[in-house]
Structures are given as C-alpha cells and as structure tokens.
C-alpha cells in the first residue's frame, strides 16, 4: 500500500466544455501505477498542505510514499481540516480557506473574509497582496522551509519516499529521491488530447503522466 500527497492533479480526470472544467474522480494518473494506494489530494494545495497531512497520518500501513509537487508558493491556512472520500482510498480536503497567499486574485474568499470580520474589502488590498506575492524572499522562502520541514516527516516515517515535479523546480532534499521524470510542464501542458487550456488533465493526459511515473520508479515500489 503506497501512500500519495498530491494536489488537484491527484484528484482524477478533467473534462472541459471550452468554459469551465468538470472533475471526475473514477480515474486518474496512479491508477497506472497498478498498486494498492491511499491518495489524499489537496486543490490549491501544496508542499505545506502535504506537511499537515503526513504529520496526522498514521504511516504505518504503508510501503512508500510518492509526493505530486505542484506550483508553489501554496502558502494556504484552512479553517478547519477535514478530508471526505471521492471514491475508495481517494480522499480530498475540504476547501475552507481563512488565508491563501493568493488572496488578492481570489475574490470569494476576499468577501468571505470580509464578511466574517465585518470589513469592506478595498482594491488596494488586491494590491497589497499581489506586492506581497512578487517579493523574491517571501512566500518562496516559507515553501523552501515547507519542503525541509518534509523533507524531515518522510524520514521520520523510514518509508521510500519518491517526489515528481511538475515545474521541474527541485527542492534540496536530503531524504526524498527526485524521481528521474521529465517534468509534466514540459511532457504535457499545452498538449492536444492531454491538458485542458490553462488547466487540468484530460483522461488520456493522466493516462500518459501515470505511465511516466510508473516508468520513473522503475522497482521502487517492488
């Protein structure tokens, strides 16, 4: 039983209808992996979500564990954290946003928030957020101290840990192996039948990331 921490990407299979997307959760890219497995998906989560939830899992049930980076930063605080299944041994967090390092571009969460706390959300607060988003050695340095802090939960677990990115930005790992895969932005995005426009992937498009993954770690999972 193979453990995975993944993002939207690890949730299943988009459909687009040229506006929006539909997710569906019968298949997505681990199902190639041809391995029993628990997946606990986290949209617009990322490297810190994933130091949440490994530190609360009980690790010992499993054999390894694959991590699905993402874009970062995904510096993101839920009110509450609670996951419920998709389907057998897919779970997914409950989206419950109290701050997103994004938040000047999220504006259901700006009147959420807003609304809480009793305040008037101002344009200059948009702006505020996105000077905040831009500067070098801000959010990004939280990340790099999210994938240390990982870094650390995975050895703690003694469990085979396998990372693949997305971005091919490879953070200094000292425990957790880099699988040798070319990164999905490269491989993938922008292709036809693969990756909705400026979105998620097709069934065919996880078919192809599964086979990537599953050639990546080679008798890593054996």
């Not at 101290?145 to 840990?161: E, K, M, N």
Request: proline share 4%; charged share 20%.
């Amino acid at each position: 039983m193979i453990l995975i921490l993944g993002c939207s990407f690890s949730l299943g299979w988009y459909s687009y209808d040229g506006v929006k997307e539909t997710p569906h959760t019968d298949y997505c890219w681990y199902d190639e992996l041809e391995q029993s497995y628990h997946v606990y998906s986290h949209p617009s989560g990322g490297i810190m979500a994933y130091c949440g939830c490994l530190n609360d899992l009980d690790t010992k049930k499993y054999s390894a564990i694959i991590i699905q980076e993402t874009w970062e930063p995904r510096i993101v605080i839920q009110e509450k954290i609670e996951y419920y299944a998709v389907r057998p041994n897919v779970w997914q967090w409950r989206i419950d946003n109290t701050f997103h390092n994004r938040l000047g571009g999220i504006p259901n969460l700006q009147k959420k928030i807003a609304k809480k706390y009793n305040f008037e959300w101002q344009k200059g607060m948009n702006d505020w957020f996105w000077n905040i988003e831009q500067k070098h050695r801000g959010y990004n340095l939280l990340s790099e101290a999210c994938a240390s802090h990982l870094d650390y939960l995975a050895q703690q677990t003694g469990l085979p840990t396998y990372s693949y990115s997305f971005t091919g930005v490879k953070y200094p790992y000292k425990y957790i192996k880099y699988l040798d895969v070319k990164p999905a932005i490269e491989q993938l995005f922008y292709k036809k039948d693969l990756h909705n426009p400026d979105l998620h992937f097709t069934r065919k498009g996880n078919t192809v990331l599964g086979q990537m993954i599953k050639k990546g770690l080679g008798d890593g999972l054996q």
